[in-house]
Each structure stands twice: as structure tokens, then as C-alpha cells.
């Protein structure tokens, strides 16, 4: 303490002693100001608020004993500090009766200087000591009473009471002052399955004053709730623990979201393995395909027949699997974007038929298509109608026991502004209850029956559900249980309806494809299977086709067998497709060749990058046949 800041008030009504006194505070650096009698000391006490009063016993008014009672029985100055001094009262009775009137101490004369001093020390460091203490509680107090925790202090060894913050009201429902009478009444509000293991803890504290414990509770509110509650001893300047503090926190919200990622995390394990299986199982019949395409002898040109056929099947089965991954990609990234137009519902339900008849027919399914006469029209992208339309189809065909049926219906209903809805119900496996709401989740798939795989990515319901949300309208799903099949349905809003404009237009009759004409053609690949066998069929279909898998390779060979078509992978080693094609469009005498890119990137953003390169045109791996001869020709 810095005694210049430090004011004190000698009272006594003997000028020398008052005088002497006066002078020794202030060689000590202390400020001194005066009085003579106890009126006056009161008067000075309430309007200066010394540090300590230096006060006489005998004062011609009041005494002294009465001026120091009246000093602390003020709240506004009880913590004024009352040094009490007497050269008359100094027996053992006098100093008893003076500190009882309220005096922090009592000094008989005749006092030495040095005595004096160190006494009015040892005074104001109490007096900080106590103004510390003071403001650590009150900071202590501010802080608990505005945190999300609950705050507790126990002592020990009987567990009682000593402080809890006001956040044990709103998180256990109970009082401070109900659980001051009874400290233990915390724990009946502890969750049934917890309350055992938490009473054990606390009859232990005394022995273990420390624990990290997670339990739940039934809050407030009314809602089961997460906490952790920490334990600390507090101990005394001997090393004893005399206390222990708790800090309980709502650890509600990171329990769900440990719940969410451990159920994520399943999901995303069974996707794996989902499409380990997935992947696999086209893959065993396009080998044994493979292996058919050699067959010779009677009966070798109906086996390759059927081996192609097996093989188209297969190849347009993983596309499927990798456009359906591509576009979960797309909508998890904001990057779907839909075509919006005015769309026939009849056109589209017809493509999405046809998407899923093979699967239906191999199945052995009866499918029934019930939808009103009369044209109906809603505002959507037709390509996303249909894909959202087949995959239910699809679905309905794979969890159908063989010999199923399946029913697709179109109905309308004019009230809320006009819907159409397009449902899709079988007779197959069915969905328990339980598994209804989870159905639309990514990577979510209902457990399958015991004598069969899991069957699709998961993936299926999410993408039907976001692309049907893009066009203003949602996906619900409906059971009667296991084994009672399922129903699906699309709610679209109704653009228009009207007459039926099947027959509209007369059939045109189908254009003569042109023939290639004997058209130069240089395929690069770095997938020489992939590129042998796309020259192959190029060959039977009269092109006359060069291949390479070496890019440092492209321009000489255009030079030499100045192609008119390059078909041109991205993905080469070394270097990409986009700086080979600007490489050749940049070059004066291959810059008229046109340039088409075959490769597996197939967003938006890579056809725009293919573009902006040079290339005339881009196909997505693996490319159908006739989209491969629109792209040679530049249809």
C-alpha cells in the first residue's frame, strides 16, 4: 500500500498528544487531517471516508468508545478501520470494552512512535487483504452467476451447501434454498440409469474429492439432457482439502452431434461396402462376356450376340451407379442446375418406363400405368423428371420379390393452387416404421431380409428427393410394414391441363443415318483396352481409325494421317487433354480437325474448360454408340 494515498484521521482533544501523533503519521508518509472532539470525527468520517481513524478514548462530547460504535454501525463507513488509543483507560477491561464497541485494535499510552506506525500497517494491510478478498468474491460471483454452467462449492467432510450459481434453478428445476436444506437433492433429478453410478461418486467425495463424469438428467424443461459434472478439491493454506467445486456443463448438443457422426460414419461404412458389392457385380458378368466374344464353332454368333447384349446391360448399369454419385456430388455443391421448361408429364413417364423396363421385364414384374387422358404439363427439367420417375421404378423392380407388380399412377388434384402427383406402388419387401423417416437421408439404406444383399448405393431416395425439391414440390413414402410393400410418391405443382395431344403430329418417317463415308479418325487414350476396342467397332462401321496412347505422338500423327476427327481422353499421362487440344488448335495446319473429348469428366464445368480448349464436342465416358457417331459427324 502506498501510505501517500493513504488519508487517516487523528481525533483527540489534547493538542499535544493530537499534535504528536499528527506528526509521526505524516514522517510515515501518511495524510493526516484532524479533530477534536467526536462530532466533529463523525462529520469528517461521513464525508471523507478515511482509510483509518486514529481515536482518542476520552473526547469532550461523545467518547470514543460510542464514536467508533456509531462508525461501524453505518454501512457507508463500517469498513472505515478504528484504531483505538487511551493514555486513562488502560487496563486489561478498558481494551476489552473498546474492542467489543467495535475497534480493529487498542493501544494503551504511552505509545512509541515506531509502535504506533507499525500498528496502522498492519491495520491497512488487513483492511486490503479484506478489500481483495472482497472483490475476488464479487468477481467470483459475477462470473458464475453469467455462465451457461451450474457452479457448485460443498464443504467437507459433510457435504453441505456452501454456494451454488442461479443456472442450477433453470437446468434442475430446483431451488437453491430447497437444496441448501437437503445438498443431496440434486441427484433425484439424475436420469433412472445414472442416478445409481452418480450417488456412489458423491457418497465417495470425501475420499475422492476429483471426477470427470458425463450422465444425464431430466431438466427443467422438461427434455432428457447431457451434462458433464467436474469435481475439484480446494484446499487450505495447510494443504488440507476442506472444500470441493463442481462445474457442471450442458453437453446436450455435442452428444447429438457424436450421435450424428457415429451414425454417418456407419452409413458411410455400409456405402462402401454398398458399393464395393455394387461395382463388383457388373463386373463378373462383362468377364465371363468377355470370354464368350472368342467363342467359335456352332452356336459361336448367338453366344457373342448374347454376350454383347450381357455386356451393354453391365456398362449401362455402372454408368448409372457413377452418374447417380455425380450428381449427389452436384446437389451436395449448389451445383445442379435445371432446364426448366413446359414438360408433357405423359413424355416423360413414357422415358422413365423405358429406363426401367429392362430391369422390370428380367425381374418377371406385371407393371400397370394409370394416368388421366388428357394432356398434363407441369414446369421442370424432362431429363430430371424421368430420372427421378425411372429410379423409383427401378427401386420398386429391386426390392420386389421375382413375378411382383408394380403400379405407376398420374392423378391431379386442383385445390392448393393445382398438384399432380406421380405414384409409384408395389407389392415388394415393404419399409418398418421405424425406417420411414430416415429413408430420404444420404447413403441411408432399410436393413435388407436375411437372404439378401443390400442392394443400390443409398444414394437413390436423396437424389429423387433434392431433384423433386428443385421443382417446387417433395417425395413421401409410405408402408403398411414388412412384407406389405411400399408406396412412393412424387407431388409436382400443376402447370396446365388439357386435350390429349397424342396424336397431334403425324410419325415422321425415320432419316436415313448417314454413312461415314470412310471418315479419318485418331482416337487417344491412355486406356488402350478402351481405345482398341472403340477402333474396332469405328472399323466395322466403315471409319477408317489410328490409334495412340502417347500424347507427344498426336501431332505427328495428324500430320501424317491427316485425321478429320481426333477423339481425345483428358485424363493423359504427362499432360492434359485441354493443353493438347490447344496445342493442335494453335497449330496451323491441324487447326481445322475436329476435336472431340472422350473422358470421364462429365460436369458443367469441365464441358465449359473442354470448350474453352478448342474441343467441337465432349462425350462422357462410357459414350453411347450413336452419340459417338453424332459427335464424329457434328450433329
Not at 470494552?97 to 512509541?112: K, T
Not at 395431344?501 to 448417314?514: F, I, L, S, T, Y
Request: proline share 5%; glycine share 8%; aromatic share 4%.
Amino acid at each position: 500500500m502506498n501510505p501517500h494515498s493513504t488519508q487517516i484521521l487523528n481525533v483527540d482533544d489534547n493538542d499535544g498528544a493530537r499534535y504528536a501523533k499528527t506528526r509521526i503519521l505524516q514522517s510515515a508518509g501518511f495524510t493526516v487531517i484532524e479533530a477534536a472532539n467526536g462530532t466533529d470525527a463523525l462529520e469528517i468520517v461521513k464525508r471523507v471516508q478515511p482509510a483509518l481513524v486514529l481515536l482518542d478514548v476520552k473526547l469532550p462530547d461523545i467518547n470514543g468508545i460510542e464514536v467508533c460504535r456509531r462508525i461501524k454501525a453505518d454501512s457507508s463507513s463500517s469498513s472505515v478501520l478504528v484504531l483505538q488509543t487511551s493514555a486513562a483507560l488502560t487496563g486489561r477491561a478498558d481494551k476489552i470494552r473498546g474492542l467489543e464497541g467495535g475497534a480493529d485494535n487498542y493501544l494503551a499510552a504511552p505509545i512509541e512512535a515506531d509502535e504506533l506506525i507499525a500498528n496502522v500497517n498492519a491495520l491497512l494491510r488487513m483492511r486490503q487483504t479484506q478489500v481483495d478478498l472482497r472483490d475476488s468474491e464479487e468477481r467470483f460471483r459475477q462470473l458464475t452467476d453469467n455462465i451457461d454452467d451450474v457452479f457448485w462449492m460443498f464443504s467437507l467432510p459433510g457435504r453441505e451447501l456452501v454456494y451454488v450459481s442461479p443456472e442450477y434453478s433453470a437446468v434442475w428445476g430446483g431451488s437453491d434454498e430447497s437444496l441448501g436444506q437437503q445438498p443431496g437433492g440434486w441427484l433425484a433429478a439424475v436420469h433412472p440409469d445414472d442416478q445409481a453410478r452418480m450417488a456412489r461418486r458423491w457418497e465417495r467425495v470425501a475420499d475422492e474429492p476429483h471426477y470427470d463424469e458425463e450422465f444425464r438428467i431430466n431438466a427443467a424443461d422438461g427434455q432428457v439432457r447431457w451434462v458433464r459434472d467436474r469435481l475439484f478439491p480446494v484446499r487450505d493454506a495447510r494443504g488440507n482439502v476442506y472444500r470441493v467445486a463442481r462445474v457442471t456443463s450442458d453437453i446436450t448438443a455435442r452428444k447429438e452431434m457424436e450421435a450424428l457422426l457415429r451414425a454417418a460414419d456407419s452409413n458411410k461404412n455400409q456405402f462402401l461396402a454398398t458399393l464395393a458389392h455394387e461395382l463388383r457385380n457388373p463386373l463378373s458378368p462383362i468377364r465371363n462376356a468377355a470370354a464368350l466374344l472368342g467363342a467359335t464353332g456352332e452356336g459361336a454368333a448367338e453366344l457373342q450376340a448374347r454376350a454383347r447384349d450381357v455386356i451393354t446391360r453391365q456398362v449401362d448399369h455402372l454408368a448409372h451407379l457413377v452418374d447417380d454419385l455425380l450428381d449427389v456430388a452436384r446437389i451436395s455443391e449448389g451445383k445442379i442446375v435445371l432446364r426448366n421448361e413446359e414438360v408433357d408429364l405423359k413424355g416423360v413417364v413414357a422415358q422413365a418406363i423405358e429406363t426401367a423396363a429392362p430391369l422390370i421385364t428380367a425381374r418377371g414384374h406385371r407393371l400397370e400405368v394409370v394416368q388421366p387422358a388428357q394432356r398434363i404439363c407441369v414446369l421442370g427439367d424432362p431429363v430430371r423428371l424421368a430420372q427421378s420417375i425411372g429410379n423409383l421404378l427401378h427401386n420398386a423392380a429391386k426390392f420386389t420379390p421375382t413375378g411382383g407388380e408394380i403400379v405407376l399412377s398420374v392423378a391431379m388434384d386442383h385445390g392448393d393452387g393445382g398438384r399432380v402427383r406421380i405414384s409409384v406402388r408395389d407389392n415388394g419387401i415393404g419399409i418398418d416404421a421405424a425406417n420411414l423417416p430416415r429413408i430420404f437421408a444420404m447413403f441411408a439404406q432399410v436393413g435388407a431380409p436375411p437372404d439378401r444383399a443390400p442392394e443400390g448405393l443409398g444414394i437413390g431416395l436423396s437424389l429423387v428427393s433434392h431433384l423433386i425439391e428443385l421443382h417446387g414440390g417433395h417425395l413421401s413414402a409410405a408402408s403398411p410394414g414388412i412384407g406389405l410393400g411400399s408406396t412412393f410418391t412424387l407431388d409436382l405443382p400443376l402447370l396446365h391441363a388439357g386435350a390429349d395431344a397424342d396424336a397431334a403430329a403425324p410419325a415422321q418417317a425415320p432419316q436415313e443415318q448417314p454413312s461415314s463415308g470412310g471418315m479419318r479418325v485418331l482416337l487417344v487414350d491412355d486406356n488402350v483396352d478402351a481405345m482398341e476396342m472403340m477402333g474396332f467397332l469405328l472399323a466395322e462401321m466403315g471409319y477408317e481409325a489410328r490409334t495412340t496412347a502417347d500424347a507427344s505422338e498426336i501431332e505427328a500423327i495428324a500430320a501424317s494421317h491427316k485425321p478429320q476427327v481426333i477423339v481425345l481422353d483428358i485424363g493423359l499421362p504427362g499432360v492434359d487433354g485441354y493443353e493438347v487440344a490447344r496445342r493442335l488448335k494453335a497449330n496451323p495446319q491441324l487447326a481445322h480437325i475436329r476435336l472431340v473429348a472422350h473422358t470421364g469428366y462429365g460436369s458443367p464445368e469441365d464441358r465449359k474448360r473442354a470448350h474453352e480448349a478448342g474441343f467441337d464436342a465432349h462425350l462422357v465416358k462410357p459414350a453411347e454408340l450413336s452419340d459417338l457417331e453424332k459427335a464424329l459427324r457434328g450433329d
